[in-house]
């Protein structure tokens, strides 16, 4: 228990620990942004659009979508106006980014997850006019859940654990405001 605690412990500025975790959430994000592409690549090549093949029958499958707006369908046929909201976004969390994560190893990774989902969806977008969606989750007929794909995976996540984050650690602007006070 005391390791995973060192684990998650808030990183020194400029220190190795906090070098190894950016080089780390880097990684992982470059890995993320690969593999979105890389199935993306599969997906154009291997399934005619609107094509589905079942993986799990009656609950995953991988199906060839075009996304031409953002999360569900939405501002569908806006690709500037959405190219300029993600570079808005990735231009932010770069900003911000050390304000944000407060020093939190945690938080590295979900930026760097979020600007590589940000930046996979944009290229698709630029190169492909439209978004390749293909992961299906369904039941049977029954219910479907709108197809996503990797960077929407990342994006999410990315997302999931800053707010997690969020919630679990202490809020260090409210000591920074109090330490300014005692001065």
């Known amino acids: 228990m005391k390791k995973l605690s060192r684990l998650f412990a808030p990183l020194q500025s400029g220190?190795?620990?906090?070098?190894l975790v950016l080089f780390s959430s880097v990684a992982v994000a470059v890995a993320m942004l690969l593999l979105d592409q890389g199935t993306k690549i599969w997906v154009e090549r291997s399934f005619k659009l609107h094509e589905s093949r079942?993986?799990?029958?009656?609950?995953?499958?991988f199906t060839s979508v075009r996304n031409y707006g953002a999360a569900w369908s939405m501002l569908a046929g806006q690709?500037?106006?959405l190219l300029a909201v993600a570079l808005a976004a990735?231009?932010?969390i770069l900003y911000f980014f050390y304000k944000l994560a407060e020093n939190y190893p945690e938080r590295y990774l979900a930026e760097f997850l979020a600007l590589s989902g940000i930046l996979g969806n944009s290229i698709d977008r630029l190169w492909r006019g439209a978004v390749v969606d293909f992961i299906d989750i369904h039941y049977y007929t029954h219910w479907s859940y709108p197809v996503f794909?990797?960077?929407d995976m990342a994006i999410c996540t990315g997302v999931g654990i800053?707010?997690?984050s969020s919630f679990l650690?202490?809020?260090?602007?409210?000591k920074d405001e109090r330490s300014d006070e005692d001065r």
């Open 15 to 19: 220190s190795r620990r906090e070098r």
């Open 54 to 61: 079942p993986i799990i029958d009656g609950w995953l499958s």
């Open 79 to 81: 690709t500037w106006l």
């Open 90 to 92: 990735f231009a932010a």
């Open 149 to 151: 794909n990797i960077a």
């Open 162 to 164: 800053f707010v997690l």
């Open 169 to 174: 650690r202490p809020d260090t602007s409210k």
